[in-house]
């Protein structure tokens, strides 16, 4: 079955800078579309990024010019590169298979000075 596991997740200054990938298995990985989303303690879960099979990508609003999401085909792994964080950007992160509805388990992000 199609399985994601998210890595990079930690505590990080605010301005600072994390990477989060996540490596996917039991598909073709180049064939799909997949996404970053977060959720906040008491928030819903939110969008954060996708990259779609074809190359387009989306971003939220409040993470443009800060976040960058990217696929490495050779490693089936999708990658979240998070610069200048802030606090309000302390979630769970996960991310998610948009073809067969599959979510990873998460991994925290911490913003805290």
């Known amino acids: 079955q199609v399985q994601l596991v998210e890595t990079g997740g930690g505590l990080v200054q605010p301005g600072g800078s994390l990477r989060l990938s996540c490596v996917v298995s039991?598909?073709?990985?180049?064939?799909?579309?997949f996404g970053w989303y977060r959720q906040a303690p008491g928030e819903q879960r939110e969008f954060v990024a996708s990259?779609?099979?074809?190359?387009?990508?989306r971003y939220a609003d409040s993470v443009k010019g800060r976040f960058t999401i990217s696929r490495d085909n050779a490693k089936s792994a999708v990658n979240l590169q998070m610069n200048n964080l802030k606090p309000e950007d302390t979630a769970v992160y996960y991310c998610?298979?948009?073809?067969?509805?599959?979510w990873g388990q998460g991994t925290q992000v911490t913003v805290s000075s």
């Open positions: 039991g598909t073709t990985f180049s064939d799909n579309t």
């Open positions: 990259f779609d099979s074809s190359g387009i990508i």
């Open positions: 998610r298979n948009l073809d067969y509805l599959v």
